[in-house]
């Protein structure tokens, strides 16, 4: 849902409540996703129920973005993540391996979900495809920074993986 939409909710609950009833809520929404219109359009006529600092840390982002402000920015609910490709990207691991090898690599706690996993995994190296070979690797391995391997072992259903940060280098 969008950060508006949440917003307007809010508002339209609380009203039906009491106004004191939803302050609490205020704090949980993310003022800063929403665009400039939408706060004018929205936000804008209950300042008055907001603490003065958020309000004017708002506003000061909209016209100076680059400025600091004192206000919390909480995280987006969602992460925009780039078109992805329909086919699968491994045969050994699924996407909900991916969120959880995510989460190892940013040493949380909680696993990431399958919406909010920040990385995308791009696949360099297949063995069916490229080959099982230690050339095959380092041709398209060496060099490459932050990269997981994933391999399965054969006739079972084991799988190894690792995470290398600094990446790979032959020489």
Known sequence: MEEVKIWNRIIEWGIAQSPGYFQNRLPHIRYFQMSSDEVIDNVQSYQQILEKSLWDDITRKFM??????????????????PFRNTEPFSTVINEAHAAEIASWIDKKENTY???NNPYEFK???????DGFTANSFWNLCDK???LVVV??????DEILDGYNPIGWDKS
Do not use: E, F
Request: glycine share 6%; charged share 20%.
């Open 144 to 146: 490459q920074t932050q």
């Open 113 to 115: 979900s399958l919406i």
């Open 64 to 81: 100076s973005p680059n400025r600091q402000i004192s206000s919390t920015i909480l995280p987006p609910r969602k992460i925009l993540r």
């Open 151 to 156: 391999m399965k072992v054969n006739g079972t």
């Open 123 to 129: 696949l360099l190296l297949r063995g069916t495809r």
